[in-house]
């Protein structure tokens, strides 16, 4: 049952910088650990509310803010800035998310999770192969950009994909390729869906109108029961 949680802006340490996120936490003060990575767009009050509503599922959910508090709803500007983002940059930070929520005495897990859209969800992938064993899981919702990694040979978190069958970002032929590509080269336990959508539906503040309000409801129920079952 959903629960009211708490939240606020932290800092933390990251290879030896400061480094900004959003951490919700649920009313009972102590949950599972989950990262939840951001679109091409910035840490946005839709990204906060994902926090959020993982927080009301129980969870302690960290958005790192890989843009510096940056945000646009301009779509030239998000490709601008998602291009400047290096990978080494953006797995930096996400290291450091890592080392912060493993560090917080209310989250349980052993291990932490993560979950990331558009471009977070390249950045997901990204992060379990970084992390190897300290990751549980792995929820890249249509991922795309120069965050997905060349392989997955790294990656031993369980992999739950959501991607979309009318992606013009990613096409689907492309999101299949890539589901074959992590059953290849990880060690993980990859499940793919796919739906009848196009890109960034799940995003109910989509500035370009993508949102499918059912393949979002369905999608975010499967991300949150992996998750529940696999941090541990």
Same mark, same amino acid.
């Given at each position: @049952? ?11 340490? +990251? ?15 102590? /949950? ?6 951001? &679109? ?13 509503? *993982?927080?009301?599922?129980? !969870?302690?959910? *960290? ?18 800035? @998602?291009?400047?983002? +290096? ?13 912060? *929520?493993? /560090?917080?005495?209310?989250?349980? +897990?052993? %291990?932490?999770?993560?979950?990331? !859209?558009? @471009?977070?969800?390249? !950045? ?5 192969? #970084? ?9 890249? !919702?249509?991922?795309?950009? #120069?965050?997905?990694?060349? +392989?997955?040979?790294?990656? %031993? ?11 013009? *970002? ?21 499940t793919f869906h796919y739906y009848e959508a196009p890109h960034a539906f799940h995003n109910d503040g989509n500035p370009q109108g993508n949102y499918r309000p059912e393949a979002a409801r369905l999608a975010w129920e499967r991300a949150v029961g992996?998750?529940? &079952? %696999?941090? %541990?």
């Amino acid at each position: @049952m959903a629960e009211q949680s708490a939240h606020q802006n932290v800092t933390f340490p +990251s290879q030896g910088q400061d480094a900004y996120g959003y951490l919700a936490r649920p009313a009972s003060g102590s /949950g599972l650990g989950v990262i939840v990575i951001q &679109e091409w767009w910035g840490l946005t009050d839709h990204i906060r509310d994902v926090a959020d509503r *993982l927080a009301a599922e129980g !969870f302690v959910a *960290l958005a790192p803010d890989l843009y510096g508090g940056w945000i646009t709803h301009d779509g030239d500007e998000a490709g601008e800035m @998602m291009q400047r983002l +290096s990978e080494g940059e953006g797995a930096r930070l996400l290291g450091g998310a890592v080392d912060y *929520l493993h /560090g917080l005495g209310e989250v349980t +897990s052993h %291990k932490v999770s993560a979950i990331g !859209f558009c @471009m977070g969800g390249g !950045f997901v992938l990204a992060l379990a192969a #970084q992390q190897g064993e300290r990751m549980a899981a792995a929820v890249p !919702f249509y991922g795309v950009g #120069q965050a997905v990694p060349e +392989s997955f040979t790294g990656v %031993k978190a369980a992999i739950q994909g959501h991607y979309a069958t009318e992606d013009e *970002l990613f096409p689907v032929d492309q999101a299949r390729a890539q589901e074959q590509q992590l059953r290849d080269e990880s060690e993980a336990d990859v499940t793919f869906h796919y739906y009848e959508a196009p890109h960034a539906f799940h995003n109910d503040g989509n500035p370009q109108g993508n949102y499918r309000p059912e393949a979002a409801r369905l999608a975010w129920e499967r991300a949150v029961g992996f998750l529940r &079952e %696999k941090t %541990k």
